[in-house]
C-alpha cells in the first residue's frame, strides 16, 4: 500500500511570492492535515481537512490556507513569502477524523521550503 | 494553554543500554497520546497512541506508558538503528500539539 506522497519535495522561493504544496493520501484516508516543522519551534499543527472542509486551525496567519478535493488529495497555499517561512511542510492523512478520537496519522515525507 | 515537554533533549546510549524517555503534559481534555519516531530528513512514523492512564503498548524494544500527567517510552537493550528522534504528541479532538523530542544516540 503506497504511502503519502507529497509534492515537490524541494523548493526555493523568495519573499514575496507564493507557493502550493501538493499533498495524496493512503488510498482510503479521507483526513488530510497540515504541519510546520523548524528547529527552532519544532512540528506546529497548521489544519486538518476531511470531506473537502476545513475542521480545525492552528495559529497560523491567513497567508497560509488549504483545501481539500473530492479525491481527499489536499493542496496548501502560503501567499506573500516571509524569510521566517522557511520550513519542513509535513502532511499526515488518518483514515478518519485524525484528531477527534485520535485515530492514528501517517506522515509523508515533507517539502522543504527554502524562502531567499 | 496545551503544553508538551519532552527530556531529555538528547539522549546518548551505548548499544544495550536501556532507558527512558519522559513526556509531560497538560491538556484539557486528552483524548490521546502519541509516540512518532523521526529520522533525518523524513516524516514522523507513528509507533504508539495511548488513549488512557494506565495503558502500556509495546513494539519490538520499544514500550509505551501513560499516566494521568505523563508518558514514558521505554527503550530495552538498544541497538544502532534505534538512533531517530522520538516525539511525542497530545490531541484534545482540535488540536496536535507536539513535544519538542528527545534525539537518541545508539552507539555499537
Known amino acids: 500500500k503506497a504511502g503519502v506522497t507529497q509534492t515537490p519535495r524541494y523548493l526555493i522561493k523568495t519573499r514575496g511570492q507564493q507557493v502550493t504544496l501538493s499533498c495524496s493520501p493512503i488510498?482510503?484516508?479521507?483526513?488530510v492535515s497540515w504541519y510546520q516543522q523548524t528547529p527552532g519551534q519544532g512540528l506546529q499543527f497548521l489544519f486538518e481537512?476531511?470531506?473537502?472542509?476545513?475542521?480545525n486551525k492552528g495559529n497560523f496567519p491567513g497567508r497560509f490556507s488549504g483545501r481539500q478535493f473530492s479525491n481527499s488529495r489536499s493542496e496548501m497555499n502560503v501567499s506573500t513569502l516571509e524569510l521566517g517561512d522557511s520550513a519542513l511542510y509535513l502532511c499526515?492523512?488518518?483514515?478518519?477524523?485524525?484528531?477527534?478520537?485520535?485515530?492514528?496519522?501517517?506522515f509523508g515525507p515533507g517539502t522543504r521550503l527554502t524562502v531567499l | 494553554e496545551d503544553q508538551v515537554t519532552q527530556s531529555p533533549e538528547a539522549l546518548r546510549l551505548q548499544e544495550g543500554e536501556s532507558s527512558s524517555l519522559n513526556c509531560s503534559y497538560t491538556?484539557?481534555?486528552?483524548?490521546?497520546l502519541f509516540w512518532y519516531r523521526q529520522d533525518p530528513g523524513k516524516g514522523p512514523e507513528f509507533l504508539f497512541t495511548?488513549?488512557?492512564a494506565g495503558e502500556e503498548k509495546e513494539k519490538e524494544r520499544l514500550k509505551a506508558t501513560l499516566t494521568k500527567k505523563e508518558s514514558f517510552l521505554h527503550i530495552t537493550a538498544p541497538k544502532p538503528e534505534d538512533s531517530a528522534t522520538y516525539l511525542c504528541a497530545v490531541t484534545n479532538d482540535y488540536k496536535l500539539s507536539f513535544g519538542a523530542g528527545t534525539t537518541v544516540t545508539v552507539r555499537a
Open positions: 495511548l488513549y488512557s
Open positions: 491538556v484539557s481534555g486528552l483524548r490521546g
Open positions: 499526515a492523512s488518518s483514515l478518519t477524523r485524525g484528531l477527534a478520537g485520535a485515530n492514528e496519522q501517517f
Open positions: 488510498s482510503g484516508h479521507r483526513s
Open positions: 481537512y476531511f470531506s473537502e472542509t476545513q475542521r
